[in-house]
């Protein structure tokens, strides 16, 4: 049964619940997202009630942020596989190179650890950690999924690093999203943050729809 988007899907977080219609939906703590978003989904636009775009909202507190609501024309387990893919996961636009380490701790359905380096005037390496589970349904049929990230190790010029999504079946191609991302860096700005949400999601369309992944060279 489709899923309206305007009901709050993960409302009392620090309850770690949520609203899935009429189910309350309990997070695993370590896959809640990390604040209630603030960006509104796409509107309806060329007849369709769910178009395959996003909307950003950003600003700065302690840290800056960066708030996403979107649809991708894919069902979940799709949508799903393409946001496991580490090369998704990565800042392509910045990032000098990065490596996929497997051998971490397994708290969730999938965990990896990417080692990534930025090349710029000083050279910065540091650890990105990624969890998933599966929230709603089976890893062979998901109807709702938890995703975070964040700086594990590395580089002191990086206070914090964290992101969030959360990601729900609303028709039977059609995913929800809804991505949270934070930094605490005095090397970021609030233009790259927007770039990487941004890049993350036209890369899961991308992948989603079999396609190569958008260059920045």
């Not at 024309?73 to 910045?94: K, Q």
């Not at 971490?104 to 999938?110: G, H, I, K």
């Not at 039977?172 to 609030?190: G, H, N, S, W």
Request: hydrophobic share 40%; proline share 7%; glycine share 6%.
């Amino acid at each position: 049964m489709p899923i309206s988007p305007s009901r709050t899907l993960f409302a009392a977080l620090p309850l770690l619940v949520g609203c899935w219609g009429n189910k309350e939906v309990e997070f695993p703590p370590g896959l809640e997202p990390l604040a209630v978003n603030t960006a509104p989904w796409p509107e309806p636009a060329g007849g369709q009630d769910y178009p395959e775009a996003i909307e950003l909202v950003s600003g700065e507190d302690e840290f800056l942020w960066v708030h996403a609501r979107a649809y991708v024309h894919a069902g979940l387990s799709t949508t799903w596989e393409a946001l496991r893919d580490p090369e998704v996961n990565a800042d392509r636009r910045r990032l000098a190179s990065w490596e996929v380490d497997y051998d971490v701790p397994q708290a969730y359905d999938y965990c990896y650890r990417l080692h990534v380096v930025v090349e710029d005037i000083v050279t910065l390496r540091w650890d990105i950690d990624w969890n998933h589970g599966v929230i709603i349904g089976s890893l062979d049929e998901p109807e709702a999924v938890g995703i975070r990230w964040f700086k594990s190790e590395g580089s002191s010029l990086i206070d914090m690093q964290a992101g969030s999504i959360s990601a729900t079946q609303l028709e039977d191609e059609v995913t929800a999203l809804e991505i949270i991302y934070q930094i605490d860096a005095p090397v970021t700005t609030e233009e790259d943050l927007l770039e990487f949400v941004g890049d993350l999601f036209a890369d899961v369309v991308a992948w989603s729809h079999g396609e190569p992944l958008p260059s920045f060279d």
